[in-house]
């Protein structure tokens, strides 16, 4: 039988035991600490990896994360039973470059998406952005907002995010690849998740509606994307 996610709380004790620092001072919830400003050094960090690796029976990859919800939120996908996926794809009519930029300027999400009211960028560090993203509000005046990271890998043409604030999600990561083709740039997303067990829907249902509206907003996305490399083109701008 799978393990249930391991709570904040239960990750803070591991922490405490396997580093010795008092746990009124492990801020692990904070996503703007980094482990080293917690004071957790590298041999503290690996009894940490080993404690929860041996309890949970799982295997980490700590490697190039620097924040303990990072470390939880990994902990939390691999004890999650088998997750959810969707993949969807565009061909988008202008040069990788516009495309890339375009897409992946996060401040100006509410002008590329229909979705979104508003994007905040809460840090920025080399190609790595956490930012907030709010929606427009429901007919019954919800408004759904969280907070997410973003690592973007220029050379590859690829990008990987996650979910910090999973609100109704177990776990929500999210990876983007560009591909040139004869037709235009393949921008291609897959979303892979899993949601928690009092969510209002299941994983079907969620990955039915991340499907529809997947469509509707690529399809957004290359319209206007396009429409901005016409118009550079016809400035003499290069794109």
């Known amino acids: 039988m799978p393990l249930p ?16 620092i008092p746990a009124e001072a492990l801020r692990l919830d904070d996503p703007d600490l980094t482990i080293d400003e917690i004071g957790v050094d590298s041999l503290g960090l690996l009894n940490v990896i080993t404690e929860v690796e ?8 700590a490697e190039g994360l620097t ?21 969807n794809s ?27 009211a508003a994007a905040e960028i809460l840090h920025r560090d080399g190609d790595t952005v956490r930012f907030r993203l709010t929606m427009h509000p429901e007919p019954d005046g919800t408004v759904w907002s969280w907070v ?7 050379a590859a043409g690829s990008v990987r995010a996650y979910r910090v604030e999973t ?10 690849t560009y591909r040139e083709t004869a037709a235009g740039v393949e921008m291609r997303w897959v979303q892979e998740f899993h949601m928690k067990p009092e969510a209002p829907v ?6 039915e509606h991340i499907n529809r509206n997947s469509k509707v907003q690529l399809a ?5 994307v396009e429409t901005a490399a016409r118009s550079r083109a016809g400035a003499g701008v290069a794109p």
Do not use: H
């Open 5 to 20: 996610p391991l709570t904040n709380e239960e990750f803070r004790t591991i922490v405490q035991r396997c580093t010795g």
């Open 220 to 224: 957004l996305i290359k319209e206007r």
């Open 54 to 61: 041996n309890r949970c029976d799982i295997r980490l990859d």
């Open 67 to 87: 924040r303990f919800p990072e470390i939880l939120a990994q902990i939390n996908e691999k004890l999650a039973p088998p997750s959810a996926r969707t993949e």
């Open 148 to 154: 997410s990271e973003r690592v973007m890998d220029r």
């Open 167 to 176: 609100g109704p999600f177990d776990f929500m990561n999210i990876g983007w």
């Open 202 to 207: 299941d994983d079907a249902t969620m990955a």
């Open 90 to 116: 565009i061909v988008i009519d202008a040069p990788l470059d516009l495309v890339w930029d375009l897409t992946n300027d996060v401040a100006n999400w509410p002008n590329l998406f229909s979705e979104y």
